[in-house]
Every structure is written in C-alpha cells, then in structure tokens.
C-alpha cells in the first residue's frame, strides 16, 4: 500500500497493515542477568563508564548498575475521549539554531550562544505499550491492547518517540543516538522502546523513523543500529505532525514535515524487527507493540501508580501515557565533565557528556535557555493540528459517510444509541455543547475531516531521574509557558500559530508569555519540587 493510501486511511478511521518488510529473527537466548555492587555515592567519579552506552535510564559503570542523572521534565495530557491513547495527533515547531560565535563558548558556564543538544540531549514524546513480557514481578502479566479494562499490574512497556537535535557528537556517549553521521544542521527521529524486567535488565527496540518504513536492522538491540540514508531528516524551524494510531499489527507512528511535505514512519511490529524479553525466562523473541490504553483519563485522585500510566522506575513515570517531554542534565562545564568529545556543528566545539550533580552546565543557566540572547534561536513549540489551543488530538470516529444523504442523521443516531444521548456524547467527547457536536458532525458530513478533540487536562511535573533534586538545587530550572501568539513563525508560513506550550525562560508578559504557569515553581515548591503536582484544566490559548 502506498504511503499517501495509508495516510488516507489513518485520516478516515481505518488502520492500515504496512506490509513487506523481512522478518528479523530474534535469537531466543537469554539475557545476561548479572548482580551488581550498590551504586557509589558520588556516581560523577564512576564516569567515564566502562564502554559508552548511550540510553540514559540504567547504565552499567565500572561494574556497578547505576542510574546515570538526568531529567525528564513532563507535560502529560487527560482525556476520556474514546481512542485518546491509542489514536493520537501532536503538532510542534521544531528550534531553530544560533550560530556559535566562539567553539570555546561550548565548555564555558555563560554559553554564547548555546546550542539545543547542551540543553537537552533530545525531546520525546510518551506512549505507554502492552507487553505482558515487561514486568518487575519476574513473571509475564497479561494485558489488552488498546483497552481501558486493563488492572494497574497490567504488563507494560514504554515508546519515547525521541526527537534528536543536530550537532552532537558521533562518538559521544549519545553517539549513533543521533543522525550526526548523516547531517550537521537537520533533527531526525528514532523511535524507542523500553522493556522493564527484574531479573533480566532493561532491553531496547530503537527504530528509526525512515521515509520507507523500514529502520535498520536489528531493531531490537544495544546499542542501536546506526541511522542510515532513509533516515526522514527534517530541517531546523519546520512544522511536523506527528500521529500515532492503533493497529493489529502493531502502533504506526507517521511523522509528516509539513514545511517540506516528506514523511517519514515506522510500524512497531515483529515483522520490522521489533522485539521482547521474557521477565521469567529472560529470552529474547519478536513481538508487536500496541498501545495499552484506549483513553488518557485519569482514573485515581493523583493519577498515580500504573493506571494509564507507567511507572517501571519508579513514581516519576506514573504519568507517562499520553506525555511529552525533554532529556536535560547530561551537558558539563569544563573540567567537571570527564567525557568530552567534539561537536558535529559548525564552528565545532567540545561537548562534555555526563550526570551534571553540581548543577551548573547548560541545563540549569537561564541565559543558555530561549528566549534568552544566550540561548538557541528559538525553543521548540508544541502546538496544535487545529489551529488553536495547544497539546495532541483525538479524531472522533463518526459512523455516518461523508457526502452522502444520510451522514448527519447516521452519525447522531449512532452516538447518541452509544452515550445515552446525544447530550451525554457532547459531555464524553469535550464538546461545550450539543450544538458544538452538531456543527462538527455537519463539518465532517461536508468533507472536512472526522473532527479533532484537543485534551482538556494537564499535569507539569519535574520528571524522572534527578529531577526532584535538580529542581530544588539548581538557581535556574527550564519551565513550561504559553505563547499566545507563538513568538516565533515556522518556515514557509505568514504568520505564526496562534498558541504554542514552550519551554526555557520566558516569564509572563513578556516575549509573548501570557502563562509561566509559576516559573519553576510549577514542578512545587523548594524543597518539594518533583512531587506530583495537581492535574489542571488545560489554559485556554489561541481560542482553544
């Protein structure tokens, strides 16, 4: 099937099977499971590790299995809308770069100016997965795919469909995790896989997002394949939309450059090589990933521990279902960093990689963060597919045909016979009103597309890792904001988006900012910040 069918296809409501690609056999051999010392106290004087490996959840250093420090601080998103965690659309602007005027600015504690990777190493997008193989409890734990029926102990795995900026270095600890190897100046995008086990580590899928759908092999490996010539590259500034929807044969992940009209994607399925590991027996076979959840709700008073959630590390993951965030804290000053390596950007430069413990590289100085004269060019914006508001959207699938006779009274009937009521449709699927549902059912029956749902709460919250302690050490913490309108205009359009969330340093009232949502002070107080904060009805912003 072509790609322009299966996109047809994603916007009418029906999954389509990609096709084609070679089986990668998995060998059914078990994991090295091994005991480790406890972690050192100062775990900066265990770097640099034993050989660079370059995911950042659990690392292997010096014979220790350690948690090397970063943060991950998080946007999730609510919904009960049907399909809100298994048939989502995200849009964002992706930075824009300031050329480096000096290289020695790179390992300097006032970068001039800093790039994005010194802020943070990549942004991801959250998913979580079933997989009844991932489980701490040593056994496999059944789970349903693309079901709210699903108990808190279902098995689970986690997609971070990371976005990697340009410049870093190939032979960096994130080297091959990014695609400096085929550009200096373009972002690119892998799609990662995390698979919990106890006894039998932490193994990863890594599957790049390519303009044929089909990422180097093996997909199911550490460290990963590196990026090759179909690699969907995608320019600083453009406009992407990203969609990921639920199939039988795996979650299909599209991401389309709407600035220069490429699209790349991937299918997390066996057949393109993707795999899990058995938490009772530690073997390795294929396995196609699907999303565990139909909806983003928010079902417990805190939407804490694995209810559409995730929550394999600990509670700073009990809210990744429907989530976006960044990889910050991995960038050093000099001579603090002990893994230094040089930049693929030009004036190249040196990039010290490592856990930033005293808080004082790139991550934590407010003049290297947008939209600072220190900082990028422009910070990454999350935007929205309709045109106003911010945050991804869930398509309502409708069951009448659009353009024929009986499309509006096909679609009500439906609805109301499954709500209860046509009144009880508008309530469940966020419409102000009937008549708002109306209006978007008559759209649809016109040819415009089934209508798209933006979610309508949020939680910030410091994330992962050392994010608690970061945020109540460090004098600076970059903070979710709201532009309205946008700052800054992607390639090729007249005007910007009319709302965009940011993160970085810009204060209210400034530089666009109508909400900073309490600066750093939105991940809690000192000393608390890093606890779960309150899910809040999502700001109005662009006229939605």
Not at 383 to 395: D, E, V
Not at 420 to 433: E, K, R
Request: glycine share 10%.
């Amino acid at each position: 099937m072509l790609l322009l069918d299966a996109m047809k296809a994603i916007r009418c409501g029906v999954f389509v099977v990609l096709a084609g690609f070679a089986l990668m056999a998995l060998a059914g051999s078990a994991a090295n499971a091994q005991d480790y010392p406890p972690c050192p106290a100062d775990i900066a004087n265990a770097y640099p590790p034993v050989s660079d490996i370059p995911y950042s959840v659990i690392e292997v250093t010096e014979g220790t299995y350690c948690y090397i420090g970063h943060d991950e601080p998080i946007v999730s998103f609510y919904s009960t809308v049907p399909g809100s965690a298994s048939n989502i659309t995200w849009e964002m602007v992706l930075p824009v770069e300031k050329l480096a005027n000096n290289p020695n600015t790179y390992n300097s504690n006032t970068p001039a100016p800093a790039q994005t990777y010194q802020n943070y190493a990549h942004f991801q997008f959250y998913l979580v997965l079933c997989d009844p193989n991932s489980s701490t409890q040593n056994v496999q734990v059944a789970c349903t795919p693309n079901s709210d029926s699903n108990p808190s102990t279902a098995g689970a795995s986690l997609l971070e469909l990371k976005f990697i900026p340009p410049g870093e270095p190939t032979n960096a600890p994130f080297g091959g995790f990014n695609c400096s190897n085929l550009t200096t100046t373009q972002w690119c995008a892998i799609a990662q896989i995390q698979i919990n086990t106890n006894q039998c580590g932490v193994p990863f899928n890594e599957g790049w997002i390519t303009t044929n759908g089909q990422p180097p092999q093996p997909v199911f490996q550490f460290p990963q394949t590196a990026a090759q010539g179909n690699t969907l590259l995608m320019n600083q500034g453009d406009r992407i939309r990203v969609i990921l929807t639920d199939s039988a044969n795996g979650l299909l992940i599209v991401v389309i450059d709407e600035s220069t009209h490429q699209t790349g994607y991937v299918q997390t399925s066996a057949a393109n090589g993707f795999g899990s590991r058995n938490a009772a027996t530690c073997m390795d076979a294929p396995f196609t990933f699907r999303p565990l959840w139909n909806t983003a709700s928010c079902k417990e008073a805190i939407c804490g521990g694995v209810a559409h959630g995730y929550n394999p590390f600990g509670d700073f993951a009990s809210y990744l279902n429907v989530s976006w965030g960044l990889e910050i804290g991995h960038s050093e000053t000099s001579p603090d960093g002990t893994d230094c390596h040089t930049t693929t950007n030009s004036p190249p430069g040196t990039w010290c990689f490592g856990q930033d413990d005293d808080v004082d590289g790139a991550t934590f100085q407010a003049a290297a963060w947008p939209p600072g004269a220190n900082g990028p060019g422009s910070a990454v914006q999350i935007i929205s597919p309709i045109g106003k508001g911010f945050g991804p959207t869930t398509s309502i699938q409708l069951a009448g045909t659009p353009g024929s006779a009986n499309c509006h009274g096909k679609s009500v009937s439906a609805l109301a016979e499954e709500f209860g009521g046509l009144a009880q449709a508008a309530d469940t699927l966020g419409f102000a009103s009937v008549k708002a549902l109306q209006d978007a059912i008559e759209a649809f029956c016109d040819g415009d597309g089934p209508p798209m749902q933006l979610d309508p709460q949020i939680r910030l919250h410091a994330g992962s890792g050392a994010g608690a302690p970061d945020a109540n050490a460090a004098t600076f913490y970059p903070y979710y904001s709201l532009l309205q309108p946008a700052l800054y205009t992607p390639n090729g359009e007249a005007a910007p988006p009319p709302c965009a969330l940011v993160i970085g340093n810009f204060v209210k009232g400034s530089n666009n900012s109508i909400n900073d949502f309490g600066q750093s002070d939105q991940y809690g107080q000192k000393p608390n910040r890093g606890q779960q904060q309150p899910v809040i009805t999502r700001p109005i912003c662009g006229g939605g």
